[in-house]
């Protein structure tokens, strides 16, 4: 239940990505676990995701590398930290 070989950071939990229509061919032909399920819905501009794993620090990396086209929407804590992360990317 993990991204790349770190997985003692955090508990498994489950995380949900939204990302911009542009990028499901690409998540849904190269997933980013195994464990990744499509949420279905009607929106046209944007698709979601659900995953149950560890968040290390792979995993935030891989999220960190879609920029403005992701969004967490679960945990909020997952949410915030990466939020952290872009505004000190963006300080430096």
Do not use: C, M
Request: no cysteine.
């Amino acid at each position: 239940h993990v991204i790349g070989l770190n997985y003692i950071d955090h508990k498994k939990e489950k995380i949900t990505l939204e990302f911009n229509i542009s990028q499901k061919p690409y998540v849904l032909s190269l997933p980013l676990h195994s464990s990744q399920k499509e949420l279905t819905g009607n929106n046209t501009e944007t698709f979601k995701i659900e995953l149950l794993i560890h968040p290390n620090f792979e995993f935030r990396q891989q999220v960190l590398k879609y920029g403005s086209l992701v969004k967490i929407t679960e945990p909020k804590w997952l949410e915030e930290e990466v939020k952290g992360k872009l505004k000190k990317a963006f300080e430096n």
